[in-house]
């Protein structure tokens, strides 16, 4: 523990039943903005906790990367006392959040009417792989999944003509949909200070990668009938890419005419823009491809230094290509403190990402190392009111895993 809480959720108790990376996400940002997260794992742990390097088993880096500002508890819900505990504590939490399938949930007992019925106020967050009132209800769903039912593993093959299609390599769906259910939960909780009404919120993966995805690439079919194609133009371009200079790489995005003008004009091709597929913004749309094609000629003439010379007195928009090594190094996010180099109370040295957002009167703040499994459940059973005597007869019979 480093900071004191003083986040806008600071009160506010959330009871995480999810796993891996979708989740873990969203509950790490909320926990970032001051909310009391009491990670619940069976006793197997969270899966992610043991993908990749690690110093001791079940302290992996991606779950190093989602699971600081929380507590661990575990729990053995095959057992009537394991349940007995979570009843307790859904009596005292704001928002119940899992990525329990629904008939895994029900048959636990804990589906919405059975923890509404404990808590009514209750915020009950539910991560499902696509949308409870669809023809794909119930089905398992990983970010691969998703990536190809939503259409984005076609994108690539859109820009180099390859029919294969591939995956973002990132796990874009999982974190993207982490997103949408941290706003849910916002919401929701914005809803129950107004109102005093807890409610169930579904958080459907497909629909909201699709959501995030179409948002600029629905495009023509936008219109009904379509007026052009789907995939915004400027977007699905092979040439849209860093631009290769006499020495190395940049990346550059001329956006107002004049811009446009004198970026030519600085590439000794100044007659670019007498050209009339360039001459309106609805023009350059169409013929992005071209334009986007002279712009990788005209940077080849000079090194990446005098680029960003030049276009940077110029008001050009442009940055260096970094490559994700470089990040630790990199003079912005250094100036900012993004990576953190803290001591884990167990794993000794390692490197957090800063909050990205910046609450002047309610910071985030990283509070709590990501924990070892099930390290907090004396706290937290000592909280609810349970003897030291009560824990240690649930840790003899298995309830609870090690300490």
């Known amino acids: 523990m480093s900071k004191a809480n003083k986040g806008p959720l600071a009160g506010i108790k959330i009871l995480d039943m999810t796993s891996v990376l979708l989740g873990p996400y969203a509950t790490q940002i909320l926990g970032d903005m001051g909310a009391d997260v009491i990670k619940v794992e069976n006793p197997g742990g969270d899966i992610i906790r043991y993908g990749g390097p690690s110093r001791s088993k079940g302290m992996g880096p991606i779950y190093m990367t989602v699971n600081r500002n929380k507590r661990s508890l575990v729990l053995d819900l095959k057992k009537d006392s394991a349940k007995k505990i979570l009843k307790d504590l859904i009596?005292?939490?704001?928002?119940?959040?899992?990525?329990?399938?629904?008939?895994?949930?029900?048959?636990?007992?804990?589906?919405?009417?059975?923890?509404?019925?404990?808590?009514?106020?209750?915020?009950?967050?539910?991560?499902?792989?696509?949308?409870?009132?669809?023809?794909?209800?119930?089905?398992?769903?990983?970010?691969?999944?998703?990536?190809?039912?939503?259409?984005?593993?076609?994108?690539?093959?859109?820009?180099?003509?390859?029919?294969?299609?591939?995956?973002?390599?990132?796990?874009?769906?999982?974190?993207?949909?982490?997103?949408?259910a941290v706003y849910a939960v916002l919401a929701g909780l914005f809803h129950r200070e107004r109102t005093g009404e807890g409610q169930r919120i579904e958080v459907p993966m497909l629909e909201?990668?699709?959501?995030?995805?179409?948002?600029?690439?629905?495009?023509?079919?936008?219109?009904?009938?379509?007026?052009?194609?789907?995939?915004?133009?400027?977007?699905?371009?092979?040439?849209?890419?860093?631009?290769?200079?006499?020495?190395?790489?940049?990346?550059?995005?001329?956006?107002?005419?004049?811009?446009?003008?004198?970026?030519?004009?600085?590439?000794?091709?100044?007659?670019?823009?007498?050209?009339?597929?360039?001459?309106?913004?609805?023009?350059?749309?169409?013929?992005?491809?071209?334009?986007?094609?002279?712009?990788?000629?005209?940077?080849?003439?000079?090194?990446?230094?005098?680029w960003a010379d030049l276009l940077e007195k110029a008001n050009i928009p442009a940055m260096r290509v970094n490559d994700l090594d470089d990040l630790a190094s990199d003079e912005h996010l250094t100036s900012v403190g993004f990576f953190e180099r803290r001591d884990h109370p167990t794993e000794g040295p390692w490197v957090s990402m800063k909050p990205p957002v910046d609450f002047e009167k309610s910071p985030c703040s990283i509070r709590r190392d990501p924990p070892r499994l099930g390290i907090d459940g004396e706290e937290i059973l000592s909280e609810l009111g349970y003897s030291e005597d009560d824990i240690a007869t649930l840790r003899a019979d298995g309830v609870l895993g090690a300490s």
């Open 91 to 180: 009596k005292q939490s704001d928002v119940f959040i899992h990525n329990v399938r629904q008939g895994g949930i029900s048959r636990l007992g804990f589906d919405y009417d059975n923890v509404k019925a404990l808590k009514p106020d209750i915020l009950y967050v539910h991560a499902v792989g696509y949308g409870s009132k669809g023809a794909y209800e119930g089905r398992q769903a990983y970010d691969d999944l998703v990536q190809s039912a939503s259409g984005a593993a076609n994108l690539l093959g859109r820009l180099d003509g390859n029919p294969e299609p591939r995956y973002i390599p990132a796990l874009i769906a999982d974190k993207t949909t982490g997103l949408h």
């Open 208 to 306: 909201s990668f699709v959501s995030f995805l179409m948002a600029e690439h629905l495009y023509g079919h936008t219109f009904d009938p379509p007026m052009s194609h789907t995939g915004y133009t400027r977007v699905i371009n092979p040439n849209r890419k860093p631009y290769k200079t006499k020495d190395g790489y940049l990346g550059i995005m001329p956006y107002s005419d004049d811009q446009w003008a004198e970026f030519f004009r600085l590439g000794g091709k100044g007659e670019v823009w007498d050209d009339p597929r360039f001459s309106t913004f609805d023009e350059r749309t169409k013929n992005i491809k071209a334009l986007y094609g002279l712009i990788g000629e005209t940077t080849e003439t000079k090194t990446t230094d005098e």
